[in-house]
């Protein structure tokens, strides 16, 4: 019987909004009991670092010295991390000699697998020195070099989740909307996921620019406005969503353009539309339909998105509190998980998740000095 540890999953998404830690008590395998969870928003100047890092890693070559630009952005990123894991033990009532393990993420500030190239910033020795707790990151690299997609990777925490819920009946499907949506399909024993599209970023990016803030409240601002169904359709007419699963996006892959001439409300509509549409699409890829779509992720709390996601999918969507998850936290829970995972050698990708050739394990250790 594999043994059950604390651990703190860490995640800081595609949104560039904040960090989300989250306690979890877990073999790796069956067994996944969620515990206390937090978010931390990053400042104005970390978040304006990190949107600028995303820029500044398209035009750094494979290999080349990295920037000191991207080098400040990692060492912030990473001491902001410290500081989430202390204020989660603080919440807990724990110390750092209760804590196993660190899954850790980073932040992907670029993502390519048909180059086999993919980028997490995030110092994973800085962060045990810091915490005085064993890390595991840099969970996308084999995978890619490999030839997988490298994302997305919560699907088997996913699958664990459904197993726990008696109640589901299968097939059921887990969106998760930051930056970039993805869906995990589990039917017994068969797991298949990919992202679908873009998720919050086209959005957030759009909100941003034309009230100066970071999203759309609720989906308030896209509510108030018309969805232009010419531009949505030329949207939807992009090669990737015909294109047969595995397959990943990066965050910057989907932007505003299309939308540029529209005003604020329109804009926000079409766009909040279109990333609807583009997991709903997702259907086109599943052996059978599925009973139920359980969203996670900061999209949920988007109101006029989920709204468009149920008139298009006409089938029961819920939010992931309906079946008692905590829906800001199922990422950086995965990432609990897999850290277990990828400390005894068991897989954290498979061929239906990434298009790995095989089920492959992942992930560096760091261990506190």
Known sequence: MAEILKVIGLMSGTSLDGIDAALVETDGVGLAVPGPALGVSYDPQTRQTLRAALDDARNVPEGAAVPYPIRDAERRLTEAHADAVTLLLRKAGLSSRDISLLGFHGQTILHRPEQRRTWQ?????????????DVVNDFRTADVRAGGQGAPLAPLYHAALVRQKTELFPPVVIVNIGGVANVTYVDGDTILAFDTGPGNAP???????????????????????????????????????????????????????????????????????????????????????????????????????????????????????????????????????????????????????TGVPYALSGGTFHRAK
């Open 121 to 133: 910033i995030g110092d994973g020795a800085l962060l045990a020195k810091l915490t005085g707790i």
């Open 203 to 353: 959005i957030d990016d759009w909100v941003q620019r034309h009230t100066g803030k970071p999203i759309d409240e609720a989906g308030a601002l896209a509510h108030g406005g018309t969805v232009d169904e010419w531009i949505l359709s030329r949207m939807l007419d992009d090669a990737f969503f015909a294109r047969r699963p595995p397959k990943s996006l990066d965050r910057l892959d989907f932007g505003f353009a299309a939308v540029a001439g529209l005003s604020a409300t329109d804009g926000a509509a079409t766009l909040t539309a279109f990333t609807a549409a583009a997991i709903a699409r997702a259907r086109e890829h599943f052996p059978r339909p599925a009973t139920a779509w359980i969203v996670c992720g900061g999209g949920r709390h988007n109101r006029t998105l989920l709204n468009r996601l149920q008139e298009r999918l006409e089938v029961s969507v819920l939010i992931a509190e309906a079946v008692g998850w905590n829906g800001d936290f199922v990422e950086a829970e995965a990432f609990a998980y897999l850290a277990v995972r990828s400390l005894n050698g068991l897989s954290l990708s498979l061929p239906t998740t």
